[in-house]
Structures are given as C-alpha cells and as structure tokens.
C-alpha cells in the first residue's frame, strides 16, 4: 500500500521560505515512472497546482509560482520538497503532495500539512 | 492556461436523487479530464479519470462523460456519504488546473 505523508512548519512569518517535505512509504522513489506533484488548497478554496517532479528529474512549475518554487527529491530518505521563498499571508493553504499516476491523475494523496503565514 | 469552469457553484439534493455536475475547459482537452471529491479536512480521493474511467473502489453509482471542452460527472442515486465537494481538472496542459469545486449539499 502506497501513502504519503506531508510534514512541515505550521506557521511561517511573511518572508521566510516555506521548506515542505513528502514521505512515501511502499514506494521507492526510484522506481520506474514515479511522477509527483504538490498542491495547495486556501480555506474554503480551490485546488491549485504548484510543482510537479517526474522520474527522470523533469521538474514544472506554476506559471504564477514558477520563481518561488523549488521541487527536490532525496532518495535515500524516499522523500520530495518543496520550498516556497517569500512567503506572504495570501499563501495561507493546506499544502499536499500527490502521486500522478499512469493515466496522469492524482490517485494518492496525501492528508495534507496546513501551513499559516503571519507575523 | 487553461481555465475549468464548474456550475453549480453548490446545489442542494436529497438521498436518491440523480445527480449532474457540469465541467467546461476554456479549450479542447480531449478526454483530459479526472474528478475527485473532497470531505471537509479530508484529501481529496481520485473518482474518475480519462473523462469517463471509474477509479477502483468508487462505487459504480458515479459516472463521468464529455469529450473536448464539455464534461459532466453524475450521482446516480445520492447516498448520504456522497455530500461533498467535487473538483473537476485538466490533464491536458502544463500547468494543471481545477474547476473552483461544486458543493453538494443536503436538501
């Protein structure tokens, strides 16, 4: 069984930059065509779309986003990051990772990490 | 980028009633299309893919159809677990999108 698992600060201050982890368990990162993506979720909003890491290390970003944001994988600890640079209270979200699967939707999710921007 | 349209914003039904929540992309995404509903405090969970592929595990009550810009995603017979919120979203194109979510209330 597939799951991930978010982890990360709850509050940051305007600013700072969001680091965000995501753990997977009966999974290797190295295995063929695992694809994984991060998304957020203000309260009471929308789904976005922020990032997205393939298995040969092709990396996309937000259009919006794409100068903020930095998707990495650490291997020998199963694990992909996120760091998200001067953050602001707009930024306010639930923050989840997910595996894209082979017909490119987002089939494992994450609970998600709530994350509060403010001084 | 492509922007996902969903109507009704929320819309309120009762157990057994039949269900349709409509899905519109600003361009043709083919079958670029997966729903997935959304418990409050809760992930969201993969319901259809491809436009009209049932996830494993979703109950056969839940359908999807549409091809290129219009889509629609039904509820056959409303059960009291299914009150939630259900997002639309492209695979198309680079960056992915979703639809601002319609939230399915109780009568």
């Known amino acids: 069984q597939v799951t991930l698992k978010e982890s990360g600060p709850a509050l940051v201050k305007p600013t700072q930059t969001l680091t965000l982890t995501c753990t997977f368990s009966?999974?290797?990162?190295?295995?063929?065509?695992?694809?994984v993506a991060w998304i957020r979720q203000p309260p009471g909003k929308a789904l976005e779309w922020l990032a997205r890491?393939?298995?040969?290390?092709?990396?996309v970003y937000s259009t919006s986003l794409k100068t903020r944001l930095t998707i990495s994988k650490d291997t020998s600890k199963n694990q992909v990051g996120l760091t998200m640079t001067n953050m602001d209270p707009i930024d306010t979200a639930t923050y989840y990772c997910?595996?894209?699967?082979?017909?490119?939707?987002?089939?494992?999710w994450g609970q998600g990490t709530m994350v509060t921007v403010s001084s | 980028d492509i922007q996902m349209t969903q109507s009704p914003s929320s819309l309120s039904a009762s157990v057994g009633d039949r269900v349709t929540i409509t899905c519109r992309a600003s361009q043709s995404i083919y079958t670029y299309l997966n729903w997935y509903q959304q418990k409050p405090g809760k992930a969201p969970e993969l319901l259809i893919y491809v436009a009209s592929s049932l996830q494993s595990g979703v109950p056969s009550r839940f359908s999807g159809s549409g091809s290129g810009t219009d889509f629609t995603l039904t509820i056959s017979s409303l059960q009291p677990e299914d009150f939630a919120t259900y997002f639309c979203?492209?695979?198309?194109?680079?960056?992915?999108?979703f639809g601002q979510g319609t939230r399915v209330e109780v009568k």
């Open positions: 997910a595996r894209i699967s082979r017909k490119d939707a987002f089939d494992i």
């Open positions: 979203q492209q695979s198309h194109s680079t960056p992915r999108t």
């Open positions: 890491l393939d298995w040969n290390d092709d990396r």
């Open positions: 009966g999974i290797s990162l190295t295995s063929s065509e695992v694809r």
